[in-house]
Protein backbone atom coordinates (compact mmCIF):
# COMPACT_ATOMS: atom_id res chain seq x y z
CA UNK A 1 0.00 0.00 0.00
CA UNK A 2 1.37 3.44 -0.96
CA UNK A 3 1.07 5.95 2.10
CA UNK A 4 0.85 9.37 0.96
CA UNK A 5 1.30 12.28 3.27
CA UNK A 6 -0.88 15.25 2.73
CA UNK A 7 -0.17 19.05 2.55
CA UNK A 8 -3.04 21.83 2.45
CA UNK A 9 -2.02 25.20 1.84
CA UNK A 10 -4.12 28.09 3.08
CA UNK A 11 -2.49 31.46 3.13
CA UNK A 12 0.71 30.91 2.58
CA UNK A 13 0.73 28.34 5.48
CA UNK A 14 0.84 24.08 5.60
CA UNK A 15 -2.52 24.00 7.63
CA UNK A 16 -4.93 21.21 8.54
CA UNK A 17 -9.13 21.57 8.64
CA UNK A 18 -11.40 19.87 11.02
CA UNK A 19 -14.00 18.34 8.57
CA UNK A 20 -13.77 20.84 6.27
CA UNK A 21 -14.28 23.88 8.06
CA UNK A 22 -11.99 26.87 7.02
CA UNK A 23 -12.46 28.58 10.34
CA UNK A 24 -11.38 25.51 12.60
CA UNK A 25 -8.28 24.84 10.82
CA UNK A 26 -4.46 24.84 12.91
CA UNK A 27 -1.23 26.27 11.05
CA UNK A 28 1.89 23.81 11.17
CA UNK A 29 4.04 25.41 9.31
CA UNK A 30 4.46 28.83 7.20
CA UNK A 31 7.06 27.10 5.32
CA UNK A 32 5.42 24.27 3.05
CA UNK A 33 8.40 23.53 0.82
CA UNK A 34 10.83 22.95 3.81
CA UNK A 35 7.77 20.54 4.79
CA UNK A 36 7.64 18.86 1.46
CA UNK A 37 11.09 18.45 1.54
CA UNK A 38 11.41 16.80 4.88
CA UNK A 39 8.93 14.21 3.57
CA UNK A 40 11.47 13.88 0.44
CA UNK A 41 14.25 13.32 2.59
CA UNK A 42 12.58 10.79 4.53
CA UNK A 43 12.18 8.35 1.82
CA UNK A 44 8.81 9.25 0.74
CA UNK A 45 7.74 8.84 -3.10
CA UNK A 46 4.50 10.92 -3.09
CA UNK A 47 2.87 13.69 -1.93
CA UNK A 48 -0.87 15.00 -1.80
CA UNK A 49 -0.91 18.28 -2.13
CA UNK A 50 -4.14 20.48 -1.69
CA UNK A 51 -5.16 23.79 -2.47
CA UNK A 52 -7.41 24.94 -0.30
CA UNK A 53 -7.31 28.49 -1.35
CA UNK A 54 -8.30 27.50 -4.80
CA UNK A 55 -10.93 25.56 -3.76
CA UNK A 56 -12.33 28.08 -2.10
CA UNK A 57 -12.30 30.42 -4.72
CA UNK A 58 -12.85 27.92 -7.69
CA UNK A 59 -9.62 28.35 -9.44
CA UNK A 60 -6.25 27.28 -8.70
CA UNK A 61 -4.22 29.81 -6.45
CA UNK A 62 -1.02 28.29 -5.13
CA UNK A 63 0.72 26.62 -8.19
CA UNK A 64 3.77 28.52 -7.40
CA UNK A 65 4.47 26.73 -4.31
CA UNK A 66 3.16 23.44 -6.34
CA UNK A 67 6.10 24.50 -8.80
CA UNK A 68 8.34 25.02 -6.24
CA UNK A 69 8.13 21.91 -4.15
CA UNK A 70 7.91 19.60 -7.87
CA UNK A 71 11.49 21.41 -9.00
CA UNK A 72 12.80 20.89 -5.21
CA UNK A 73 12.07 17.80 -3.84
CA UNK A 74 11.53 14.62 -6.00
CA UNK A 75 8.23 13.72 -4.97
CA UNK A 76 5.24 12.80 -7.62
CA UNK A 77 2.81 15.07 -6.33
CA UNK A 78 -0.99 14.86 -7.15
CA UNK A 79 -2.70 18.41 -6.43
CA UNK A 80 -6.15 18.94 -6.33
CA UNK A 81 -8.25 22.40 -5.35
CA UNK A 82 -10.13 24.45 -7.64
CA UNK A 83 -9.54 22.75 -10.82
CA UNK A 84 -12.15 23.67 -13.40
CA UNK A 85 -10.83 24.28 -16.70
CA UNK A 86 -8.84 23.40 -19.65
CA UNK A 87 -6.74 25.98 -18.53
CA UNK A 88 -6.49 25.21 -14.81
CA UNK A 89 -5.65 21.57 -15.17
CA UNK A 90 -3.07 22.53 -18.20
CA UNK A 91 -1.43 24.44 -16.03
CA UNK A 92 -1.33 22.08 -12.71
CA UNK A 93 0.69 19.62 -15.21
CA UNK A 94 2.81 22.59 -16.20
CA UNK A 95 4.01 23.17 -12.43
CA UNK A 96 4.81 20.27 -11.96
CA UNK A 97 1.71 17.81 -10.81
CA UNK A 98 2.36 14.19 -11.26
CA UNK A 99 -1.51 13.64 -11.02
CA UNK A 100 -4.65 16.01 -10.51
CA UNK A 101 -7.14 15.54 -8.05
CA UNK A 102 -10.65 16.07 -9.81
CA UNK A 103 -14.20 16.10 -7.53
CA UNK A 104 -15.69 19.22 -7.93
CA UNK A 105 -16.16 18.66 -12.23
CA UNK A 106 -16.74 15.06 -11.81
CA UNK A 107 -19.98 16.48 -9.83
CA UNK A 108 -21.29 19.23 -11.78
CA UNK A 109 -19.57 18.55 -15.20
CA UNK A 110 -19.15 14.99 -15.96
CA UNK A 111 -18.71 15.34 -19.76
CA UNK A 112 -15.63 17.91 -18.95
CA UNK A 113 -14.33 15.38 -16.63
CA UNK A 114 -14.40 12.51 -19.38
CA UNK A 115 -12.28 14.68 -21.71
CA UNK A 116 -10.08 15.22 -19.15
CA UNK A 117 -9.55 11.38 -18.73
CA UNK A 118 -9.91 10.63 -21.87
CA UNK A 119 -6.86 13.20 -22.89
CA UNK A 120 -4.67 12.74 -20.08
CA UNK A 121 -5.24 8.84 -19.57
CA UNK A 122 -6.71 7.35 -16.06
CA UNK A 123 -3.09 7.32 -14.82
CA UNK A 124 -2.77 11.40 -14.50
CA UNK A 125 -6.23 11.87 -13.53
CA UNK A 126 -7.66 11.36 -9.76
CA UNK A 127 -11.01 10.68 -8.77
CA UNK A 128 -12.08 13.07 -5.53
CA UNK A 129 -15.03 11.09 -3.91
CA UNK A 130 -15.57 13.21 -0.98
CA UNK A 131 -18.58 12.33 0.96
CA UNK A 132 -20.50 13.32 4.09
CA UNK A 133 -23.20 10.95 5.24
CA UNK A 134 -22.57 8.76 2.32
CA UNK A 135 -23.75 11.88 0.16
CA UNK A 136 -20.53 13.66 -2.37
CA UNK A 137 -20.15 16.89 -1.48
CA UNK A 138 -18.03 19.27 -3.68
CA UNK A 139 -16.73 22.82 -3.63
CA UNK A 140 -14.46 22.36 -1.57
CA UNK A 141 -16.74 20.41 0.49
CA UNK A 142 -19.25 23.54 1.29
CA UNK A 143 -21.85 21.90 -1.36
CA UNK A 144 -23.99 18.25 -0.77
CA UNK A 145 -24.15 16.99 -4.45
CA UNK A 146 -27.23 14.54 -3.45
CA UNK A 147 -25.33 11.91 -5.27
CA UNK A 148 -24.78 8.67 -3.19
CA UNK A 149 -21.09 7.79 -3.07
CA UNK A 150 -21.28 4.18 -4.27
CA UNK A 151 -23.22 4.99 -7.33
CA UNK A 152 -21.08 8.06 -7.86
CA UNK A 153 -17.88 5.95 -7.83
CA UNK A 154 -19.72 2.86 -9.66
CA UNK A 155 -20.81 5.17 -12.29
CA UNK A 156 -16.86 6.53 -12.83
CA UNK A 157 -15.43 3.17 -12.66
CA UNK A 158 -17.55 2.09 -15.55
CA UNK A 159 -16.36 4.76 -17.62
CA UNK A 160 -12.79 4.03 -16.89
CA UNK A 161 -11.89 5.66 -14.12
CA UNK A 162 -9.07 3.56 -12.32
CA UNK A 163 -8.02 5.56 -9.56
CA UNK A 164 -10.08 7.60 -6.59
CA UNK A 165 -9.24 9.09 -3.64
CA UNK A 166 -11.96 8.37 -1.06
CA UNK A 167 -12.91 10.92 1.85
CA UNK A 168 -15.81 10.75 4.56
CA UNK A 169 -15.73 14.12 5.55
CA UNK A 170 -17.04 13.70 9.00
CA UNK A 171 -13.56 11.76 9.74
CA UNK A 172 -10.98 14.44 8.73
CA UNK A 173 -8.95 16.21 10.68
CA UNK A 174 -10.59 13.93 13.61
CA UNK A 175 -8.00 11.46 14.20
CA UNK A 176 -11.25 8.91 15.43
CA UNK A 177 -10.25 6.23 12.37
CA UNK A 178 -10.92 6.09 9.20
CA UNK A 179 -14.20 4.88 7.76
CA UNK A 180 -13.11 1.35 7.07
CA UNK A 181 -16.61 -0.33 6.73
CA UNK A 182 -17.27 2.33 3.97
CA UNK A 183 -14.05 1.24 2.08
CA UNK A 184 -14.72 -2.68 2.24
CA UNK A 185 -18.34 -1.60 0.27
CA UNK A 186 -16.84 -0.26 -1.96
CA UNK A 187 -13.77 -2.84 -2.59
CA UNK A 188 -15.83 -5.30 -2.69
CA UNK A 189 -18.10 -4.40 -5.55
CA UNK A 190 -15.65 -2.77 -7.50
CA UNK A 191 -11.99 -3.76 -8.51
CA UNK A 192 -10.25 -0.30 -8.87
CA UNK A 193 -7.68 1.53 -6.66
CA UNK A 194 -8.86 3.21 -3.77
CA UNK A 195 -7.43 5.52 -1.59
CA UNK A 196 -8.22 5.88 1.34
CA UNK A 197 -8.32 9.46 3.19
CA UNK A 198 -9.53 10.49 6.43
CA UNK A 199 -9.31 9.78 10.29
CA UNK A 200 -6.08 8.04 10.21
CA UNK A 201 -4.61 8.19 13.48
CA UNK A 202 -1.85 5.32 13.65
CA UNK A 203 -0.06 2.85 12.17
CA UNK A 204 -2.57 -0.07 12.88
CA UNK A 205 -4.99 2.03 10.82
CA UNK A 206 -2.47 2.02 7.99
CA UNK A 207 -2.33 -2.02 8.54
CA UNK A 208 -5.85 -2.25 8.56
CA UNK A 209 -6.69 -0.38 5.31
CA UNK A 210 -4.34 -2.73 3.81
CA UNK A 211 -6.01 -5.60 4.85
CA UNK A 212 -9.08 -4.19 3.57
CA UNK A 213 -7.68 -3.97 0.30
CA UNK A 214 -6.81 -0.29 -0.18
CA UNK A 215 -4.23 0.68 -2.62
CA UNK A 216 -3.24 3.73 -0.67
CA UNK A 217 -3.91 5.88 2.09
CA UNK A 218 -3.73 10.02 3.11
CA UNK A 219 -2.26 10.45 5.91
CA UNK A 220 -1.87 14.73 7.27
CA UNK A 221 -2.55 15.26 10.72
CA UNK A 222 -1.41 12.47 12.40
CA UNK A 223 1.78 12.95 10.79
CA UNK A 224 1.61 16.91 12.04
CA UNK A 225 0.61 15.47 15.55
CA UNK A 226 3.16 13.37 16.01
CA UNK A 227 1.05 10.49 16.21
CA UNK A 228 2.59 8.72 13.24
CA UNK A 229 6.17 9.27 12.45
CA UNK A 230 7.75 9.96 9.07
CA UNK A 231 10.55 7.47 9.86
CA UNK A 232 7.25 4.41 10.14
CA UNK A 233 5.63 5.54 7.53
CA UNK A 234 8.67 4.94 5.20
CA UNK A 235 8.82 1.41 6.91
CA UNK A 236 5.57 0.60 6.29
CA UNK A 237 6.11 1.37 2.74
Known sequence: MNIIPALDILGGNCVRLCQGDYDAGKIYSSRPVEVAQSFGDSGLKCLHLVDLDGARAGSPVNLKMLEQIASQTSLQVDYGGGIKSDRDIAAAFN??????????VAVQQPGQFM????CYGPDKIILSADCRNRMVASSGWQQESGLEILQFIRDYARQGVQQIVCTDISKDGMLEGPSVALYREILSALPLHLIASGGIRSGEDLRILKEAGCSGAIVGKAIYEGNITLKEIAALC
Open 115 to 118: EWLE
Open 95 to 104: AGAAQVNIGS
